[in-house]
């Protein structure tokens, strides 16, 4: 069983930034892809960002290219996501994903373990 612990949402204006962390356990780290996703108020849940087992490969999603960037460190079980230049419409429940996969995927039905979520608001 893999055990994800999503850290550092919170409440920012518009143009500031937040860092996301996602603490793993249970499992050997290295051995996932990982992703973040969000989910907004009456809005399914999407794809932000992924990243393979060793992180040479990562996906973004267009919404967030050029302002979000994910990384991971294998050593620390950890997953983060710098989150820079922040919208109102970012606005949603952040969540952490694990694939027992080597590729990242950006679709949520490929990831086999989720975190509880960590919220991120931004005012305007």
């Known amino acids: 069983q893999v055990q994800l612990v999503e850290s550092g949402g919170g409440l920012v204006q518009a143009g500031g930034s937040l860092r996301l962390s996602c603490a793993v356990s249970g499992r050997t780290f290295s051995s996932y892809a990982m992703g973040w996703f969000r989910q907004a108020p009456g809005k399914e849940r999407e794809s932000v960002a992924t990243?393979?087992?060793?992180?040479?490969?990562?996906y973004y999603d267009d919404s967030v290219k050029g302002r979000f960037a994910i990384s991971r460190d294998n050593a620390k079980n950890t997953m983060y996501l710098q989150m820079n230049s922040l919208k109102p419409e970012d606005t949603a429940v952040y969540y952490c994903?694990?694939?027992?996969?080597?590729?990242?995927?950006?679709?949520?039905?490929?990831?086999?373990?989720w975190g509880q979520g960590t919220q991120v608001t931004v005012s305007s």
């Open positions: 994903a694990a694939r027992a996969a080597a590729v990242p995927t950006m679709t949520p039905v490929d990831y086999d373990y």
């Open positions: 990243i393979s087992r060793v992180g040479g490969i990562t």
